[in-house]
C-alpha cells in the first residue's frame, strides 16, 4: 500500500482534492482534521485530556461539547496555548492514524491518503512514501475563503498568515498539484501522479 500525504494552506482546495481521490478504486481517504473532531467528543480520551488542560477555561456549550469556536479563539494567537493544544491532541491523533493504516494496508488497498494542513510539522512525512503539496495563489484562497466560510478579507491574511510559506511546503513536498486551474487539468495530472 502507498502511503500519500495531502497537505497545503487553508483554501487551496485539499478538500476537493481529496474528493476526487476517493472515487479512485481500492483507495482510503483519511483527514486529519475530521479524526481530531471525532477524539474531541465526550468519552474520548482527547475530549478529557483537553478539558484538564484548560481547565481554567469555558470551552464548552452547554450540553458539555468542546466548543471549537471558544477553543480556537484561546489559542489563535497564543502560542503557548497552542503548543499546548497540539501537544495533546496530536498524539492522540496520530496514534488513530497509524491504526487505520495497519488496517487498512491489511484490507489490501492500493492507496492511503492522509490529508493534514499541518502534515509536515507534525511529522507524517517519515510515514508517507509522497508528499503532494496542493498550491494556490493566495488571491484564489482568499477568494474560496470569503465565499465557502464568510471570512472577511482581514481575517483571511490573518488565517493565511499564520500558515508556513509557499516555499516551505514546496521544500518538505514530492510534488506540486496546481490548484489554481480548472479542474478538469488538476484531476488529469492526479491522475498521471497515481499512475
Known amino acids: 500500500m502507498k502511503i500519500i500525504g495531502i497537505t497545503g494552506g487553508v483554501g487551496a482546495g485539499k478538500s476537493l482534492i481529496m474528493s476526487y481521490l476517493s472515487e479512485h478504486e481500492n483507495t482510503y481517504i483519511a483527514e486529519a482534521d475530521k479524526i481530531a473532531k471525532e477524539l474531541y467528543l465526550p468519552g474520548n480520551t482527547v475530549y478529557e485530556k483537553v478539558l484538564e488542560a484548560?481547565?481554567?477555561?469555558?470551552?464548552c456549550d452547554e450540553k458539555g461539547v468542546l466548543d471549537k469556536m471558544k477553543l480556537s479563539k484561546l489559542v489563535f494567537n497564543d502560542s503557548d496555548k497552542l503548543q499546548l493544544l497540539n501537544d495533546t491532541v496530536h498524539p492522540a491523533v496520530r496514534e488513530e492514524i497509524m491504526s487505520l493504516i495497519k488496517r487498512e494496508n491489511e484490507l489490501?488497498?492500493?492507496?492511503?491518503?492522509?490529508?493534514?494542513?499541518?502534515?509536515?510539522?507534525?511529522?507524517?512525512?517519515?510515514?508517507?512514501?509522497?508528499?503532494?503539496?496542493?498550491?494556490?495563489?493566495?488571491?484564489t484562497r482568499i477568494?474560496?475563503?470569503?465565499?465557502?466560510?464568510?471570512?472577511?478579507?482581514?481575517?483571511?491574511?490573518?488565517?493565511?498568515?499564520?500558515?508556513?510559506?509557499?516555499?516551505?511546503?514546496?521544500?518538505?513536498?514530492?510534488?506540486?498539484?496546481?490548484?489554481?486551474?480548472?479542474?478538469e487539468e488538476v484531476k488529469r495530472d492526479i491522475d498521471k501522479l497515481m499512475e
Not at 471570512?151 to 498539484?177: A, G, M, N, P, T
Open 54 to 59: 484548560f481547565s481554567e477555561f469555558d470551552i
Open 108 to 139: 489490501g488497498r492500493d492507496y492511503f491518503f492522509l490529508e493534514a494542513a499541518i502534515l509536515i510539522e507534525s511529522g507524517y512525512k517519515d510515514i508517507c512514501d509522497e508528499i503532494w503539496y496542493v498550491y494556490a495563489s493566495p488571491e
Open 143 to 183: 477568494n474560496r475563503l470569503i465565499k465557502s466560510r464568510g471570512y472577511s478579507r482581514e481575517k483571511c491574511l490573518s488565517v493565511i498568515s499564520s500558515q508556513k510559506s509557499d516555499d516551505f511546503f514546496r521544500k518538505y513536498s514530492d510534488h506540486v498539484i496546481n490548484n489554481d486551474r480548472p479542474f
